[in-house]
């Protein structure tokens, strides 16, 4: 089956860039979406087809794909972006649908 | 907008047949264009995709949770419903119904979740 790796955890200052990757092989070949779960709440979807934004959701989200890794960027870090971020590919090759391990964003 | 709200008991017994129902407001089931999943986490865990299934019925299931999984959908009620068999210990998760675009296979909007814990 398909599998999507993300670091444990992210810590950023205020104000600052967070990057979070997600690795798959030849992930830059399928469509990554990314979700942000705070603490008791459903995910969010804040990113989706790589790099496209839901309205609602601030510019400084954005994304990119390419070879066998997928990155969310946050930029000008907020102390509301402290979350749990997980990226998300449908694998067609088994119709199933597939989230990574899930990266935590700490701001210092 | 459409909105997504699980309902369904919140202890089951080992065993036992888990069952849920996501009720889906702001939009018909029916209009096609859209599966229906049902995504759990386990506490403190990653997210997994348990299923899906068409307005028409069609379903495709995790194999991983296949042999214990049926998902239901009643259009007349704008509700479609997870059954989970043989409940263990291991089911106890926060369990998401969501709505899955077929042309592009991400997740929007998701229901609150509704926490099950399997104990006797």
């Known amino acids: 089956s398909y599998v999507l790796t993300q670091p444990p955890s992210v810590s950023v200052a205020p104000g600052q860039t967070a990057r979070i990757t997600c690795g798959g092989n030849?992930?830059?070949?399928?469509?990554v979406h990314w979700y942000q779960q705070k603490p008791g709440q459903a995910p969010v979807l804040v990113v989706y087809?790589?790099?496209d934004r839901p309205s609602g959701i601030p510019e400084r989200f954005s994304g990119s794909n390419s070879g066998n890794t997928a990155t969310l960027t946050i930029s000008r870090v907020e102390a509301g972006d402290e979350a749990d971020y997980y990226c998300?590919?449908?694998?067609?090759?088994?119709?199933?649908?597939?989230f990574g391990t899930g990266t935590k964003v700490t701001v210092l | 907008q459409v909105q997504l709200q699980e309902s369904g008991p919140g202890l089951v017994k080992p065993s036992q047949t888990l069952s849920l129902t996501c009720t889906v407001s702001?939009?018909?089931?029916?209009?096609?264009?859209?599966?229906w999943s049902w995504i759990r986490q386990h506490p403190g865990k990653g997210l997994e995709w348990i299923g899906y299934?068409?307005?028409?019925?069609?379903?495709y299931y995790n194999p991983s949770l296949k042999s214990r999984v049926t998902i239901s959908v009643d259009t007349s009620k704008n509700q479609f419903s997870l059954k989970l068999s043989s409940v263990t210990a291991a089911d106890t998760a926060v369990y998401y119904c969501?709505?899955?675009?077929?042309?592009?296979?991400?997740?929007?909007?998701w229901g609150q979740g509704t926490l099950v814990t399997v104990s006797s």
């Open positions: 969501a709505r899955d675009i077929v042309a592009t296979r991400w997740f929007d909007p």
């Open positions: 702001g939009g018909s089931i029916s209009s096609g264009g859209y599966y």
């Open positions: 299934i068409y307005y028409s019925g069609s379903t």
């Open positions: 030849n992930i830059g070949s399928k469509s």
């Open positions: 087809d790589d790099s």
């Open positions: 998300q590919v449908w694998d067609s090759s088994s119709d199933l649908l597939v």
